[in-house]
Nanobody
Framework: QVQLQESGPGLVKPSETLSLTCTVS??????????WAWIRRPPGKGLEWLGH???????RYDPSLRSRATISRDTGNNQYTLQLSSVTPEDTAVYYC?????????????WGQGTQVTVSS
């Protein structure tokens, strides 16, 4: 029932800001007690957790990206966003949005299909 869909530019130039939107249907992003995450997979590498925003609007980030990443939400449109500034080619990846839940354990139960983002001049 819950569906997530990533959207945004597929090509970003170095030093610019990457901006992606996740549109959620089938459930509210402010419904207890879920969080909404951004995860990416660089070419030939594993999944990398970038950050999430909780149901009540608190954002958390991977420490290595904390200075560049911003996750925010628009509850009226049931969307949340990722902005990643000062991108380099190493930020090239398939970017996913996913729903997170769990208190003692963590599970990402619903995922978007992913969107390819390439950083290149």
């Amino acid at each position: 029932q819950v569906q997530l869909q990533e959207s945004g530019p597929g090509l970003v130039k170095p030093s610019e800001t990457l901006s992606l939107t996740c549109t959620v249907s089938g459930g509210p992003i402010n419904g207890v007690y879920y969080s909404w995450a951004w995860i990416r997979r660089p070419p030939g590498k594993g999944l990398e957790w970038l950050g999430h925003i909780t149901w009540d609007g608190h954002s958390r980030y991977d420490p290595s990206l904390r200075s560049r990443a911003t996750i925010s939400r628009d509850t009226g449109n049931n969307q949340y966003t990722l902005q990643l500034s000062s991108v380099t080619p190493e930020d090239t990846a398939v970017y996913y949005c996913a729903r997170r839940y769990g208190h003692d354990g963590v599970l990402y139960d619903y995922w978007g299909q992913g969107t390819q983002v390439t950083v290149s001049s």
